[in-house]
């Protein structure tokens, strides 16, 4: 994954420069104050730190639609342009009027990168790592302001500080960035995928993954333009064909989903449990069921997954060795060159091809899913007029976590299936329909403890070749209700490129509205939980709890003593976040959360107590340095990064762009509101009484985490998408019992 890794580390330098930024104006508006003359003027000093932010909201209330218009790369690109021109602009600032507008210019490049660069690491990164990667961000943000508090120090220890020089010193770093955009970072796959340039996209995640076979994922790309959908759970037993038909009642065969493997022939069988709805399943399993009433069922519905896990390294893990299902593509859509397809006409039945082989991509190695000659063909029955698109058969091979996928592995344990099913219209011709599978191995076969639902008779045998797997079933993205109403002949699909865009109707699906609360909740939480505005105001806050004391007798004046304790902070930052990014993919988000919130409670309180108890100066300085530190570590292993990394995550692919702009909207009012204001609250209410408020908001935060916020480590973006989907559908049945 050295591919991924490295492509992250790369878009990550955007946030490097959010970092820089960040500390080099909280450093240096202790001196543009004192050369403007802002002492009396606090509204004006309010102004200049928030007019980044003003520029980022703005920016951020297109930056989703034009990010779904242009792609994640280009606005990076932008990004780094504007963060070189504004560092020059404030290098030159002969009066506040153009530092203003410097620092307008700067936050529009902090908004575009802080908002896609988040998105840009889940579109590429693989869903067993992608947290660990969405946390670099943060890492390179501490990092960047690490830097730039050492460098602020420095300067502040001249006998004429130059503010100018500080701020200005930023364009050095965003030239490197612009080259690593320009000629390093390759096009989000999902996006190419979106706008049907299926041949860059396979060539992108070749690259990203460093192995040829990308298939699966390929195609679960595709499944991802989808939004919403009747989304259900269901249950199935899997084992070879002659075993698991010898013990079903043949009545029962045409429920059953067969599956195929790279030798000629049926290989094995997927056979219902039950034929119950998830809701009736989930609810009378009990995974489900919570007796206090309050937490969201779509938290428990992730939670389910994640207590059955399957066991790595057991023989049960390999029991996916060669599944196979059949997939199709094109229809009677019209021809895009991009569409990376392989066209071949089916003999003795009719069927006729909607391209001639020589129109097929030579530049592939192979197509999107390989064909596999199989019976299943002469069991697929359609009406003798018309066309059929072209077949294609794959093999499954059992992706699990920290390995990589096969064909259809799509990560994190989970398999990408289709199922082709037919009935008996009014008029006595064959109807056909598509449905997706993503299927997910339980970790006991038949175990009734934890799993999404457990077998309604009986326990699998453990010596026998059985799977028990979980499986979220839904109408395939490309195969849309609009061309099912045309009467296609056979399993015909939309191409991607004629999917329809995003629209605002999309946003109240059920799924993504759920998403949403679940999103803005947590930035505007973490917004008003301070962090930021204690961020650009450090040096002022620490100067405030008289942390000068403690570096007096070295010389170092009040302002460069709190620069200091400034750099020492972020530096501590740094192993907490190499910490969180080892713990996101293991512990989780949702944990992280739950177990890091309490400890910046307990620092905002002691920090409120420690400013209305008289200690004295000496130890009144060290308890409010040491709860700061401990806060800001605590913050960034936990409420810093897992907001974006969560929005990042739970949107499905073709709306968001529009949703993350909203969330990011979110975050920079909440910013702008904090940021702003803190001036002010400080000389009403002091430091006590702002520390006493974020304590309050931290405490309603971590509520709103036990109750809202799921748990998607290792799942692949359009699984978590598919799990709101069915969540939604648990509240909405909840509330009308």
């Not at 320009?182 to 299926?198: A, D, H, I």
């Not at 991509?361 to 999107?368: G, M, V, Y």
């Not at 969180?580 to 905002?604: E, Q």
Request: charged content about 15%; aromatic content about 8%; overall charge negative.
């Amino acid at each position: 994954m050295s591919g991924a890794v490295l492509v992250a580390i790369a878009a990550a330098i955007g946030n490097l420069l959010q970092g820089w930024d960040n500390a080099t104006i909280a450093g240096a508006v202790l001196y543009i104050k004192k050369d403007f003359n802002l002492d009396s003027q606090p509204t004006l000093e309010g102004l200049i730190v928030a007019t980044s932010l003003i520029g980022a909201t703005l920016i951020t209330t297109c930056s989703g639609a034009i990010a779904d218009s242009l792609g994640r790369r280009p606005l990076l690109i932008i990004s780094s342009m504007l963060y070189f021109v504004s560092g020059l602009v404030m290098l030159w600032s002969p009066n506040v009027y153009i530092l203003l507008l410097a620092r307008l210019l700067d936050g529009f490049g902090i908004g575009i990168a802080v908002t896609l660069v988040p998105v840009y690491i889940s579109e590429t990164a693989p869903p067993e790592i992608r947290g660990s990667l969405n946390t670099l961000p943060q890492f390179t943000g501490s990092g960047g302001m690490f830097l730039s508090y050492c460098m602020v120090f420095a300067m502040s220890l001249m006998p004429k500080p130059n503010w100018r020089l500080m701020l200005g010193v930023l364009s050095i770093p965003s030239v490197i960035y612009f080259f690593l955009t320009l000629f390093f970072l390759p096009e989000s796959p999902r996006w190419l995928v979106s706008k049907g340039r299926m041949i860059e996209a396979k060539k992108v995640l070749q690259r990203l993954r460093g192995r040829e076979d990308v298939a699966g994922e390929m195609a679960l790309l595709v499944e991802g333009l989808g939004v919403g959908g009747d989304t259900s759970i269901e249950e199935y037993i899997i084992g070879p064909a002659n075993e698991l038909t010898d013990e079903v009642d043949p009545s029962d065969e045409k429920d059953q989903i067969k599956l195929y493997g790279p030798d000629q022939g049926l290989s094995w069988i997927a056979k219902p449990v039950t034929g119950q709805s998830a809701l009736g399943l989930v609810s009378r399993h009990g995974s489900m069921a919570n007796q206090s009433g309050f937490v969201d069922p779509l938290v428990t519905l992730f939670g389910s997954v994640h207590e059955k896990l399957p066991e790595s390294g057991s023989m049960r893990s390999m029991l996916f060795p060669h599944f196979g299902s059949m997939f199709s593509v094109g229809g009677n859509q019209p021809r895009n060159e991009d569409w990376d397809e392989e066209s071949l006409a089916r003999e003795g039945e009719g069927y006729n091809s909607d391209a001639a082989g020589a129109d097929s991509d030579d530049n592939l190695h192979s197509p999107l899913i390989s064909r596999q000659t199989t019976s299943m063909e002469k069991d697929m029955v359609a009406p003798a007029h018309g066309s059929l698109s072209s077949i294609r058969q794959s093999s499954l091979v059992h992706g699990t976590a920290g390995e990589p996928g096969g064909s259809t592995g799509i990560g994190g344990g989970w398999q990408l299936a289709w199922k082709w099913t037919e009935r008996e219209g009014a008029d006595g011709k064959k109807e056909g329909g598509f449905k997706r599978i993503y299927l997910h191995q339980e970790g006991i076969p038949g175990s009734r403890r934890g799993s999404i639902v457990s077998l309604a008779g009986g326990d699998v045998q453990a010596d026998g070749e059985f799977v028990q797997a979980a499986a979220l079933v839904s109408q395939p993205a490309l195969y849309s209700q609009d061309l099912v109403n045309q009467n296609p002949v056979g399993p015909a699909m939309v191409h991607p490129s004629a999917a329809k865009g995003p629209s605002w109707r999309d946003l109240f699906e059920p799924g993504v509205k759920h998403a949403l609360v679940v999103g803005v909740g947590l930035q505007i939480l973490q917004q008003f939980s301070g962090i930021n505005g204690v961020l650009y105001y450090t040096p002022q806050i620490l100067e405030q709890a008289g942390v000068g004391v403690l570096l007096s007798n070295l010389g170092i004046s009040s302002s460069s003593a709190s620069l200091l304790i400034s750099a020492v902070t972020t530096l501590l930052m740094l192993p907490c976040i190499a910490v969180a990014m080892r713990l996101m993919d293991i512990s989780g988000r949702r944990s992280l959360l739950l177990y890091t919130i309490p400890i910046l409670i307990v620092t905002l309180v002691v920090l409120v107590l420690s400013s209305i108890i008289n200690l004295g100066n000496v130890l009144h300085a060290s308890i409010s340095t040491v709860s700061v530190v401990v806060y800001f570590c605590c913050f960034v292993m936990g409420f810093g990064p897992i907001p974006n990394i969560l929005c990042a995550e739970i949107f499905p692919t073709r709306v968001r762009g529009l949703c993350i702009a909203i969330c990011a909207l979110t975050f920079w009012i909440g910013d702008i509101i904090v940021t702003y204001s803190l001036p002010v609250m400080l000389k009403s209410v002091g430091l006590g009484g702002v520390f006493g408020m974020y304590a309050i908001v931290c405490v309603i935060s971590w509520v709103f985490v036990y109750l809202k916020v799921p748990e998607t480590k290792g799942m692949p973006l359009e699984v978590i998408t598919e799990f709101f989907s069915v969540g939604a559908k648990q509240v909405a049945a909840a509330k009308h019992e």
